[in-house]
T-cell receptor
Framework: GAVVSQHPSWVICKSGTSVKIECRSLDFQATTMFWYRQFPKQSLMLMATSNEGSKATYEQGVEKDKFLINHASLTLSTLTVTSAHPEDSSFYIC???????????FGPGTRLTVL | GQQLNQSPQSMFIQEGEDVSMNCTSSSIFNTWLWYKQDPGEGPVLLIALYKAGELTSNGRLTAQFGITRKDSFLNISASIPSDVGIYFCAGLKTSYDKVIFGPGTSLSVIP
């Protein structure tokens, strides 16, 4: 149980384009999903907290207009990187928290490369 | 802000050896979590701890919630090559707070 999927697993795009990443909880409902960014050999950096049916809460320094988050259902959250630039290249990981629970279950991550 | 420290930063051990790593904080946490991340993958939850002093095992892994609530330990017994990866500790104050991650301990196992 507690499986989280991400799609795509990797994406290469041209600078200036937008990329959408999906995060799905497959066998449970997640009222809260989290989006992280991870650079090589570093820890996870929380970008935003996504609550179903409401606006996401962004961490300090994360541009909400650049990283659009939508949490339209209890099993799906999306992150759209708008007008991507090479410095946006990173490993993006989502996690989902079981309603009423403490534990976060992570997706397998999405490797974004912006050329 | 809140910060977690993990020690050691990296370790190289011989297959079959036991491993110990720890996680410390200047703040009190009410939940401690240990994750393992393989290269190119998302973190996988290993053990969750909810009570000060709690000792929990998952196969060859044992983790403890420090009685001060400011630290946690993870031990791996009889290491095997597939134990290679980065181990992250994470702390949580309440269900409504965000999880704070440590910087990770990189483990390499020499066959």
């Amino acid at each position: 149980g507690a499986v989280v999927s991400q799609h795509p697993s990797w994406v290469i795009c041209k600078s200036g384009t937008s990329v959408k990443i999906e995060c799905r909880s497959l066998d449970f409902q997640a009222t809260t999903m989290f989006w992280y960014r991870q650079f090589p050999k570093q820890s996870l950096m929380l970008m935003a907290t996504s609550n179903e049916g409401s606006k996401a809460t962004y961490e300090q320094g994360v541009e909400k207009d650049k990283f659009l988050i939508n949490h339209a259902s209890l099993t799906l959250s999306t992150l759209t990187v708008t007008s991507a630039h090479p410095e946006d290249s990173s490993f993006y990981i989502c996690s989902a928290q079981v309603a009423g629970g403490d534990t976060q279950y992570f997706g397998p991550g999405t490797r974004l490369t912006v050329l | 802000g809140q910060q977690l420290n993990q020690s050691p930063q990296s370790m190289f051990i011989q297959e079959g050896e036991d491993v110990s790593m720890n996680c410390t904080s200047s703040s009190i946490f009410n939940t401690w979590l240990w994750y393992k991340q393989d290269p190119g993958e998302g973190p996988v939850l290993l053990i969750a701890l909810y009570k000060a002093g709690e000792l929990t095992s998952n196969g060859r892994l044992t983790a403890q919630f420090g009685i001060t609530r400011k630290d946690s330990f993870l031990n791996i017994s009889a290491s095997i090559p597939s134990d290679v990866g980065i181990y992250f500790c994470a702390g949580l104050k309440t269900s409504y707070d965000k999880v704070i991650f440590g910087p990770g301990t990189s483990l390499s196992v020499i066959p």
